[in-house]
């Protein structure tokens, strides 16, 4: 069911083709990432195609969307297929020229960037762009002398981003006789939208490690909807650190982080921190608190999960999670109707104003009250990346196939602005029809169809799209 939501949400998202907009493919079109930014305009959109790449890119204040085939599938597979990766020459993607949400990055692994002060994997600078659905892992931000390492995942400075549905995994903030901050995320006077993610195993270390897993100062983001777990600090904040900021908290999960003082969370000179609906679980520090603030820090801690204590606020436990299978990094709760052998005492025990907006075993469970966690409540499946955009396509197109040239198999994609009958067919160069791919009534919508000419014959071809009173052919070449 997740799933489908996500497919349902792509599927409007697509519509973002609109009649003034144009697919940049890569590398089809341009050899590389950046080359297809710089010749796009905003509105455009940038289909990178699987492979690794490696580059460090920059938006360079293009309002487009930059995303692999999951951005057209759904299929999750992508992110793990499409690399970009920074090969330790800086920050692996850069938005700094005032880029707004509606430049988005989607569906990549985005890995071994490395930037002394600015961000490993992804830098944001008086920006707002959109991130979601990414794997951003094995980045760094490694300081020296008066550098402080920041944001070894993603750096945020006067930022306002979304950052959402992405897995942020063993990034490094090191500072070498200096300061590391945030080895997941590290905001400085910035609000950002930050949920739905999985952060784990980031780490934040030098003369002093602050926030293994976020690191925010003077900033207001608000958080909702995560998973923060293994991640350390070599001081402050294994999970998160606060430091004169103001975070809004709401269905997180936080456990088994690490830090000398603070271990899940640690906030100095914070003010109307509001925690809801979060887990904090098996987090160490050298007081053994799970969270910790200062004195002029104001905590307002409701239906949370904490083990070291149980916090003053209603809804508030201190009851094992029950997580599914944290060794392979798997934070759904458990559930007998799931095939689990108990049930965690998280489910229907979140937030009696939030509920969750799917019940099965991949969101939240139970009945429809939100359960504490990062699976439960709210509607931010149905809500992300492409809420600015229209819900459906407005024109016909056939688009390039991929890849081109091809072996054997190819994907042929097409847009109808309605539902209508299809008919798409392939001639060779002396105009013979050789193959009907498809002749049935097709549903508005993006389409991707899959061609196999194993029994063609090298050489070029064409493939024609008939609908309605509609024609339109494009070229392709076949390689054996």
């Avoid at 299929?75 to 690399?83: G, R, V």
């Avoid at 200062?294 to 809804?315: E, F, R, V």
Wanted: glycine fraction near 12%.
């Amino acid at each position: 069911m997740k799933r489908l939501l996500i497919l349902k949400v792509l599927f409007a998202g697509f519509a973002y083709m609109t009649a003034s907009a144009t697919i940049i493919n890569i590398p089809a079109d341009y050899h590389t990432i950046q080359q297809g930014i710089d010749a796009s305009s905003d509105g455009d959109t940038v289909l990178v195609q699987p492979g690794t790449y490696y580059e460090n890119i920059n938006f360079n204040g293009h309002n487009i969307v930059l995303g692999s085939l999951f951005l057209t599938t759904g299929d999750t597979s992508y992110i793990e297929q499409t690399i970009i990766d920074g090969d330790s020459a800086g920050s692996v993607v850069t938005f700094e020229n005032g880029e707004d949400n509606t430049a988005i990055i989607s569906g990549f692994t985005i890995q071994n960037g490395s930037s002394a002060a600015l961000g490993g994997g992804i830098s944001c600078i008086y920006s707002g762009p959109t991130i979601t659905y990414n794997h951003i892992r094995g980045n760094s931000s490694i300081g020296s002398h008066m550098i402080d390492g920041t944001g070894g995942g993603i750096y945020c400075s006067y930022s306002d981003a979304t950052i959402s549905h992405n897995t942020i995994k063993r990034n490094l903030a090191l500072g070498l006789w200096t300061w590391g901050f945030g080895g997941g995320i590290y905001c400085w006077t910035s609000n950002p939208k930050i949920s739905d993610n999985s952060i784990f195993e980031n780490h934040a270390g030098g003369e002093w490690g602050l926030g293994g897993g976020i690191s925010l100062l003077r900033s207001s983001p608000i958080i909702n909807n995560n998973v923060i777990v293994s991640n350390s600090a070599l001081h402050w904040g294994g999970g998160i650190h606060c430091f004169e900021s103001s975070p809004i908290m709401v269905n997180n999960t936080l456990g088994d982080n690490s830090a000398w003082q603070g271990g899940a969370i640690y906030c100095e000179f914070s003010s109307n921190s509001i925690i809801t609906n979060t887990i904090c679980w098996a987090d160490s520090a050298e007081d053994d608190l799970e969270i910790w603030a200062d004195t002029s820090s104001t905590l307002t801690i409701t239906y949370c999960n904490i083990k070291d204590s149980l916090w003053a606020g209603p809804g508030n436990i201190s009851a094992d999670p029950l997580f599914r299978d944290t060794a392979s990094g798997d934070f759904h709760l458990m559930s007998i109707a799931c095939g689990d052998s108990a049930d965690s005492p998280c489910i229907d025990a979140g937030d009696l104003s939030i509920f969750d907006n799917l019940l099965d075993c991949s969101w939240g469970m139970g009945g429809p009250r939100s359960d504490m966690g990062a699976y439960g409540g709210g509607d931010s499946l149905i809500t992300g990346i492409f809420d600015n955009m229209p819900s459906m396509p407005d024109r016909f197109m056939l688009l390039q196939n991929y890849p081109n040239p091809f072996n054997a198999q190819t994907t042929i994609r097409f847009v109808l602005p309605q539902s209508q009958n299809v008919l798409l067919t392939v001639y060779d160069l002396l105009g013979r029809r050789v193959e009907k791919i498809i002749d049935e009534y097709m549903q508005a919508g993006v389409h991707n169809i899959n061609f196999d000419a194993s029994n063609l014959s090298s050489g070029v071809y064409f493939y024609r799209l008939e609908a309605g009173d509609r024609v339109e052919t494009k070229r392709m070449v076949l390689l054996k």
